[in-house]
């Protein structure tokens, strides 16, 4: 069969096919993708950013309940919760809405807010059903940030104007976080933080003091420690202090700036300050002219500290500033060493203008005049120093410098420094002296031969008595009776005798009548004679004139 030509073959073509009109099923889903799709972006362009905080712990905090919140408005919530760092820690994160963008900054804190039972009073009871939520403390930074690491600790001032400073301590008592800080008696602040300084032996406190009293702190502002109770019992008695109740029950700290400060300008924020132990402490002037000194006492030094105070003729002139022992390596000698600062400006007024000792500067030559002037007391006028008791209930003691004319003259190196001052014992050690010699005294008596002595007495004496005691026996059972018999005797016979002479008939009473009457007439005769005699003394040598017979 012949083969036609390619030009002849019949040619496949492609009929496209009519496209129909589309279905009405396809409009609602179409809608539907356009609707969430317009949501979708609606949802994007209101959405905030995403954050990330580590905390310590995440105590209270769950994905999908935890809010996020500043200034008790609610700016997020927490979309999940994770450990990291090997378990160790709690990473959180939370979804921020859009109009708290701005406050996402490198600044901003973040910390767990819970229900809190303080002295101060009770928050966040609400917590107790809601629970526990995140406290954010907007920063001022202009850099966006979106990872932070969140505060174990709430700050304790936040939306007040102020400022911080640090206090150094070297313990820190019964201070915490909140405890409050008085100007003269207004609380005007609060304990912010403390912890341990890098040194690891003092405590760095973090104290605010709000605006407008924070103009208050200078350069010379002192803060001491007004916590609880500060019962002190010295030389000078019994000081009760306390700041108030809630620095009674809570702890808390005082500042005040001392009128001999410098400078009245106010210091910037974040300055270091001492924070002392007590408001005496801080206050007390410092004295740039002090003079150091050395005392070696020869009697024990219990009750005497430092800071104790050192007087002369009772007004206090310096302190104890070290109390320890000294060791002489040749002799073996150890006796007390005390150490005292002198206030030579403190005496000008006790020695009169002709006698100041110079304290205006530290030359030699002032030094030297101060020197000239210890001399003269000490050799003169036998200053010298001696332990006193402050306290009998307490035992404290204080240097006391005393004039002793009757002193012996000391022996002095006076270019030795410090100067070495001579001292004098106290009272009590001049008790306990006198009390050992009296003791001496009976402790050489010849008390066993004594002893002996008396019991040989004793033995003596009881004999006597026995002998004594017998004799009565014998006096009462022999001698009595007979003595009661001659008294019967003597009885019988002065009744005789008073019935002989003074009964009224009887011939003794009628012989003494006769008897008085010849005494009656003799006594005439003589009366006679004696006026004839002296009317006529010379009858003694011629005898009776016949005209007088």
Do not use: C
Not at 358 to 382: C, F, H, M, P, Y
Not at 386 to 392: A, I, P, T, V, Y
């Amino acid at each position: 069969m012949a083969r036609k030509p390619l030009d002849e073959v019949p040619r496949a073509t492609v009929v496209r096919r009519k496209r129909g009109r589309l279905s009405v099923v396809w409009i609602i889903p179409i809608l539907a993708a356009a609707v969430a799709i317009g949501i979708a972006i609606q949802r994007l362009a209101a959405e905030g950013p995403t954050i990330t905080m580590v905390f310590a712990a995440g105590d209270g905090i769950e994905a999908g309940k935890t809010l996020v919140k500043y200034r008790d408005v609610n700016i997020g919530q927490v979309t999940a919760v994770q450990l990291v760092d090997g378990y160790t820690k709690v990473r959180v994160t939370a979804k921020i809405v859009k109009t708290a963008a701005g406050i996402m900054v490198d600044d901003t804190k973040f910390w767990v807010v819970g229900p809190h039972i303080g002295l101060t009073g009770v928050s966040g009871l609400g917590m107790l059903l809601s629970g526990n939520y995140i406290g954010v403390q907007a920063g001022s930074s202009d850099r966006s940030r979106r990872e932070f690491i969140g505060l174990d600790v709430a700050p304790r001032v936040v939306g007040l104007k102020g400022r911080r400073f640090v206090l150094n301590a070297p313990v820190l008592g019964s201070l915490g976080v909140g405890a409050p800080v008085y100007y003269r008696g207004l609380p005007v602040g609060e304990v912010e933080s403390y912890h341990l300084a890098t040194n690891r032996k003092s405590f760095e406190i973090g104290v605010f003091i709000v605006s407008p009293n924070d103009t208050d702190v200078h350069p010379d502002s002192r803060f001491w420690n007004a916590s609880g109770i500060d019962l002190t019992i010295g030389e000078n008695g019994l000081d009760v202090r306390t700041a108030s109740l809630l620095a009674l029950l809570a702890g808390g700290l005082s500042f005040d700036t001392p009128d001999f400060a410098s400078t009245t300008d106010p210091v910037r924020e974040g300055t270091a300050f001492t924070l002392y132990g007590d408001r005496a402490t801080a206050m007390k002037q410092p004295d740039p002219f002090a003079q150091r000194y050395v005392l070696l006492f020869n009697e024990a030094v219990r009750g005497l500290s430092v800071g104790a105070p050192v007087t002369l003729m009772g007004l206090t002139v310096g302190e104890v500033t070290e109390v320890g022992l000294a060791f002489d390596p040749k002799t073996l000698a150890v006796h007390p060493r005390v150490f005292i600062s002198f206030f030579p400006e403190r005496t000008i007024a006790h020695f009169g203008p002709d006698q100041q000792p110079a304290v205006r500067s530290n030359t030699e030559l002032d030094e030297q005049k101060n020197i000239r002037l210890l001399r003269r007391l000490i050799i003169e006028r036998g200053m010298r120093a001696r332990l006193q008791s402050g306290n009998l209930l307490t035992g404290q003691r204080y240097v006391a410098f005393e004039f002793l004319p009757d002193s012996p003259k000391p022996l002095i190196d006076w270019t030795v420094r410090p100067l070495e001052l001579p001292v004098a014992p106290g009272q009590l050690a001049d008790m306990e002296a006198k009390l050992a010699s009296i003791l001496d005294k009976i402790d050489r008596m010849p008390l066993a031969a004594m002893g002996d002595r008396a019991a040989a007495a004793l033995k003596t004496l009881d004999q006597t008595l026995h002998d004594a005691g017998s004799a009565l026996q014998h006096l009462d059972a022999d001698t009595i009776p007979e003595i009661k018999k001659a008294l019967e005797d003597l009885r019988q016979v002065l009744e005789g005798a008073n019935a002989t002479l003074l009964g009224r008939d009887a011939p003794g009473q009628q012989e003494l009548r006769g008897a008085l009457q010849e005494v009656t007439r003799a006594a005439r005769s003589l009366r006679g004679l004696a006026d004839y005699l002296e009317s006529h003394p010379e009858a003694l040598i011629r005898g009776k004139s016949k005209e007088t017979k």
